[in-house]
């Protein structure tokens, strides 16, 4: 008894393997039936003619199709007409499927995926290529599956670099922090200008050059954010006069000449000082 039970149970074991093994081949081989399918739908687009691509498209009028241009066509007729159109201009295409394509099927309903390589030639020689998205649902009519819908489209290009900053084209932090040191230090050992760094300590100049740092690194478009105070006050009562304005603007210049600093960018750094000047400059001559 207990012998032929076992016998029952390894024959009920082997059936549900084979079962298992069965379903999960037929499985495979519908992937594989709808990545054929895919191949010979863009086979058939190749051709630049539609009506070789009909066959595989639901012709019901309502039916939504979304192209590269234009973005929404509703029904076969219209998307038919559409690419026309568009391959008005085209000598030949090839299309190249992705090997990440994947499709699964629920019943009557199945929908795929993939990348598609796409090389056109134009009619005047010039060529275009790209990587497209590619998505599908097809409804089972019979024996056939038909796309239902599709989905056919490229993603934007990169756009182009915009135009770099005064931070960028001086090299960035540590230029600037060059040029901030040279022309603090000038400045400290001007017969006229030092006057205004009497009994500051280590520490305040220390302070001052490093505001100074950040505050062209802010201003020439950086990263770095400026926590001093407003030029108007952090220069009230100093008597800062024109001259004084003048001799430091000398200094500022000989530092960028010193650094080989191209006119370009040594005229913009000018023109940030020189908006600074109102509100440094408060005293009369």
């Not at 037929?26 to 594989?32: F, G, M, N």
């Not at 960035?172 to 017969?191: E, K, Q, S």
């Amino acid at each position: 008894m207990r012998h032929r039970l076992k016998v029952e149970i390894l024959v009920g074991v082997a059936f549900v393997s084979l079962a298992i093994a069965g379903r999960n081949e037929s499985q495979a081989e519908s992937v594989q039936d709808f990545k054929a399918l895919m191949q010979k739908t863009l086979a058939a687009w190749q051709t630049l003619d539609p009506a070789n691509v009909a066959p595989f498209y639901s012709q019901e009028p309502g039916r939504l199709f979304f192209d590269i241009t234009p973005l929404k066509l509703a029904g076969w007729k219209d998307y038919a007409e559409s690419v026309k159109k568009l391959f008005a201009d085209w000598s030949s295409v090839k299309f190249t499927l992705g090997d990440d394509a994947q499709a699964q099927q629920r019943g009557n309903f199945a929908w795929g995926a993939a990348t598609v390589r796409t090389d056109i030639l134009m009619k005047d020689g010039s060529k275009l290529s790209f990587d497209a998205r590619w998505t599908i649902v097809w409804e089972k009519r019979g024996k056939n599956w038909i796309i239902a819908h599709d989905h056919y489209s490229a993603p934007l290009p990169a756009p182009p670099p915009g135009p770099r900053s005064l931070y960028q084209r001086l090299g960035g932090y540590d230029p600037i922090a060059a040029v901030t040191d040279d022309f603090i230090g000038r400045l400290l050992n001007d017969r006229q200008l030092g006057r205004f760094f009497t009994g500051a300590s280590t520490d305040s100049k220390k302070r001052i050059r490093q505001l100074v740092v950040d505050q062209l690194c802010a201003a020439t478009g950086g990263p770095c954010v400026y926590v001093g105070r407003g030029m108007r006050a952090a220069h009230e009562g100093l008597g800062i006069t024109e001259s004084d304005w003048q001799a430091a603007v000398a200094h500022l210049v000989a530092t960028l000449d010193n650094f080989n600093v191209p006119a370009k960018e040594k005229n913009e750094l000018l023109a940030i000082a020189s908006s600074l000047k109102g509100e440094i400059v408060t005293a009369k001559q």
